[in-house]
């Protein structure tokens, strides 16, 4: 691995992301509660890419389309049960 790698590597850990920006605007603006519930709030939007990896659903949503079209449409559908 080169040296740009490792600067570039670098860089796109010591900048943060919008989840970090979002809760900490939240704690500056709105106090510690509201800073918190955003920071939980962010946690529970990585979960389900985290199952889906951790299943193996991940691969199998990559390989096939159809399949990721049926997730998709299945996760529409407990959303707005």
């Known amino acids: 691995m080169t040296y740009d790698f490792y600067i570039t590597s670098l860089i796109v850990v010591l900048v943060p992301g ?7 605007s939240n704690g500056l603006f709105r106090g510690r509660v509201a800073s918190s519930v955003a920071a939980f709030g962010c946690t529970l939007g990585i ?24 997730f998709k449409l299945v996760a529409l559908c407990i959303c707005f049960i």
Request: net charge negative; hydrophobic share 55%; charged share 5%.
């Open 18 to 24: 919008t989840g970090v920006v979002y809760t900490i």
């Open 47 to 70: 979960l389900p890419h985290i199952l889906t990896s951790l299943l193996g659903i991940s691969v199998l949503l990559n390989v096939n389309e159809v399949i990721f079209q049926l």
